[in-house]
């Protein structure tokens, strides 16, 4: 099955820049879809950012628009997401996750994805 592997959290200082990424392994060609999930306790986890591999569509949450920027490195099998003016309210467990579905109308609901990391911390202070 896909297996995926976040790294690069950490404790930044607001209006600092990072870099996630999400190394995957597996049969990724039944991959269609690969996201960014972000979760604090006692809250739901919250798509983030997507993207379609078929054709690289890509869907942001308005509040990450305009800051954070997912893309993929097929040659190195990695999802990245590159994160810059954070604040505060982006702190949270941050989850690669991919789905099989040819579509997903909503790409950033976390119950169309099957696959998920065991998360990367990220603290914005």
């Known amino acids: 099955h896909v297996q995926l592997v976040e790294s690069g959290g950490k404790s930044v200082q607001t209006e600092g820049s990072l870099t996630l990424s999400c190394v995957y392994s597996?049969?990724?060609?039944?991959?269609?879809?690969m996201a960014w999930f972000r979760q604090v306790p006692g809250k739901s986890r919250e798509g983030v950012a997507s993207?379609?591999?078929?054709?690289?569509?890509?869907n942001y949450a308005d509040s990450v628009k305009g800051r954070f920027t997912i893309s993929r490195d097929v040659h190195r099998n990695t999802l990245n997401l590159k994160m810059t003016s954070l604040k505060p309210e982006d702190t949270a467990m941050y989850y690669c996750?991919?789905?099989?579905?040819?579509?997903?109308?909503?790409?950033?609901?976390?119950?169309?994805?099957?696959?998920w990391g065991q998360g990367t911390q990220v603290t914005v202070s």
């Open positions: 996750a991919a789905a099989l579905n040819w579509f997903l109308p909503e790409s950033l609901l976390a119950t169309n994805y099957g696959y």
């Open positions: 597996g049969p990724t060609y039944n991959v269609n879809y």
């Open positions: 993207i379609r591999t078929l054709d690289d569509s890509l």
